[in-house]
């Protein structure tokens, strides 16, 4: 059983950085794969980002690209997801969720879709103002 903990979410100006934080206690972040996914007022959960276990791959999504750093640290059994050039619609609940590895072969792969996911924490809000 793992436990995610999310922190650092708030309320920024348009134009700001924001960097929030999964830690993850009960197993060690190594043997997971880690995403980040939000849901906005009204909409469906969706994925930003992800990054395997190994934490030699990571993916995002096409409207955070260039914005958003995904990066995990298993010493500290913490993932992060610095987030740069914030914008009014990156406004959500934003929830990290972790993936157990099945076999050591799928190391490095990263995963996109909530149901792939076995963990979720309960999130945190992120507010960028206009």
């Known amino acids: 059983q793992v436990q995610l903990i999310e922190s650092g979410g708030g309320l920024v100006q348009a134009g700001g950085s924001l960097s929030v934080s999964c830690a993850a206690s009960?197993?060690?972040?190594?043997?997971?794969?880690m995403g980040w996914f939000r849901q906005g007022p009204g909409k469906e959960r969706e994925f930003i980002s992800a990054?395997?276990?190994?934490?030699?791959?990571?993916l995002y999504v096409d409207s955070v690209k260039g914005r958003f750093t995904i990066s995990k640290d298993n010493a500290k059994n913490t993932v992060f997801l610095q987030m740069n050039s914030l914008k009014p619609e990156d406004t959500a609940v934003y929830y990290c969720?972790?993936?157990?590895?099945?076999?050591?072969?799928?190391?490095?792969?990263?995963?996109?879709?909530?149901?792939?996911?076995?963990?979720w924490g309960q999130g945190t809000q992120v507010t960028v103002s206009s």
């Open positions: 969720a972790a993936r157990r590895l099945r076999a050591r072969i799928y190391n490095s792969r990263y995963y996109t879709s909530v149901q792939e996911y076995d963990y």
């Open positions: 009960g197993r060690t972040l190594s043997d997971y794969a």
């Open positions: 990054i395997s276990a190994s934490g030699t791959s990571t």
